[in-house]
């Protein structure tokens, strides 16, 4: 069932590239600082890493590599 209606969001993992800390935005908590001003009632984890993997943005169905990004992992409950 691919209904949206019926998920429920729990929580968000952020994997965030190490060169976008606070030497890239120039304060602390930059990106997850943004998050909760629009998600306020998701908790969110992360970690720097050395490279992201996401859905390749030609096609969905294979992931690719990025560097200098960002992946927000979202985490939730599907209700029957």
């Known amino acids: 069932n691919n209904n949206n209606n019926n ?37 969110i984890i992360g970690f720097f890493t050395n490279g992201e993997f996401a859905p390749s943005l030609k096609n969905s169905n294979s992931l690719k590599a990025y560097g200098f990004t960002s992946v927000f992992c979202f985490v939730y409950q599907h209700n029957l």
């Open 7 to 43: 998920r429920q969001i729990k929580a968000c993992i952020l994997f965030s590239c190490v060169a976008r800390g606070k030497n890239f935005h120039m304060k602390d908590n930059y990106e997850t600082q943004i998050f909760k001003k629009i998600f306020p009632r998701i908790p």
